[in-house]
C-alpha cells in the first residue's frame, strides 16, 4: 500500500531500536520525542528524508515540567519538528496532579501559539476539560491523538477544525462504538497514526507495534467508510502533509 503516513510514533523506544530503516512499512513518520528520552537521538533520527518530529511533554510528566521545558525549547528548534506534542490532559491514570497538568497544558499551547505551531493532543477522561482549554488557548491546529470517543465528541472536535487520529483501537472487535464515530467522521479531517511501540492493532495484537502496521488500520477505517484503503492511504497522506505544513513535494 502507497502514500501511508503514521502520523505518532515512538521511534526512539528501544523496542523499535533494530526496525530496518526508521519508518519501515510507511512513507512518512513523525517521530514523537518526550523530552529526557535523548535530544541527540531525537536529531539523529531526523537526519532521516523520511522522518519528521513532534516534541511536548506528556501529562504524565507535567509535574517535572520545570526540568524539562529547556529541552523542549531546544527540540522545538529544530527545522524538522513540525508540531508541538504530544501534550494534554490524562485524569485516567493521574501521574501528575491533575492542577499541575492543567498549567502544563496551557503553558505548551501557548508555546505552539507564539511559535506558529501545530499541536498533537493527548486526552483521556478529560474530553471537557480538555475542549474548554483549547477553546481558550485557540492554537491555530489541532490534532487529537488516538481518537476513541463517541460520535458526538468526533462532532464537537470536527466543527473545530480539528483533525483526529485513528489509530489500531479501531480495528478491535469490542470497538463499535469508536467504529461508527470513524464511519461518520470527514474524511478530509482524519489522520492515521500506529502509536507504536504502543496499541497493536488486529491482527499483531499481542506483538511490538510497528509504522508497518499502519496498512491494518487504514484498511479498517477503508472497510468502515465503503471505499479501498489506497483512497484512504492516499486522503490521510495528503491531509497529513497539509496539517503538519509539509511541501507535497516532500512524497517518495
Known amino acids: 500500500m502507497k502514500n501511508l503516513f503514521d502520523t505518532h510514533a515512538h521511534l526512539l523506544d528501544r523496542r523499535l531500536r533494530n526496525i530496518k530503516g526508521a519508518a519501515a512499512g510507511v512513507n512518512r513518520a513523525i517521530c514523537v520525542f518526550q523530552p529526557g528520552e535523548g535530544l541527540e537521538e531525537y536529531r539523529l533520527i531526523l537526519r532521516e528524508k523520511s522522518i519528521f518530529g513532534a516534541a511536548g511533554v506528556h501529562p504524565h510528566s507535567a509535574k517535572d515540567f520545570q526540568l524539562l521545558e529547556k529541552e523542549l525549547i531546544l527540540a522545538l528548534e529544530h527545522?524538522?519538528?513540525?508540531a508541538l506534542g504530544e501534550t494534554g490532559l490524562d485524569f485516567y491514570y493521574d501521574n501528575s496532579p491533575r492542577d499541575i497538568q492543567e498549567e502544563v497544558f496551557i503553558r505548551q499551547l501557548r508555546?505552539?501559539?507564539?511559535?506558529?505551531?501545530?499541536?498533537?493532543i493527548h486526552s483521556r477522561d478529560?474530553?471537557?476539560?480538555?475542549?474548554?482549554?483549547l477553546d481558550e488557548t485557540a492554537p491555530a491546529s489541532v490534532l487529537i491523538h488516538c481518537f476513541t470517543g463517541t460520535a458526538e465528541e468526533m462532532r464537537r472536535y470536527i466543527e473545530r477544525g480539528f483533525y483526529i487520529a485513528v489509530g489500531g483501537v479501531v480495528t478491535f472487535p469490542s470497538a463499535s462504538g469508536l467504529a461508527g464515530a470513524v464511519k461518520e467522521a470527514p474524511l478530509e479531517r482524519v489522520l492515521l497514526e500506529t502509536d507504536c511501540p504502543y496499541m497493536s492493532p488486529v491482527p499483531m495484537r499481542g506483538k511490538t507495534n510497528t509504522p508497518d502496521n499502519l496498512k491494518y488500520i487504514a484498511s479498517?477505517?477503508?472497510?468502515?467508510?465503503?471505499?479501498t484503503a489506497e483512497e484512504v492511504a492516499l486522503r490521510t497522506y495528503e491531509n497529513a502533509l497539509k496539517?503538519?505544513?509539509?511541501e507535497s513535494n516532500d512524497k517518495k
Open 220 to 227: 479498517r477505517v477503508a472497510e468502515l467508510k465503503s471505499i
Open 126 to 133: 478529560a474530553f471537557e476539560k480538555t475542549l474548554r482549554i
Open 79 to 82: 527545522p524538522k519538528t513540525v
Open 111 to 120: 508555546i505552539a501559539c507564539e511559535i506558529n505551531l501545530p499541536v498533537i
Open 243 to 246: 496539517f503538519f505544513r509539509i
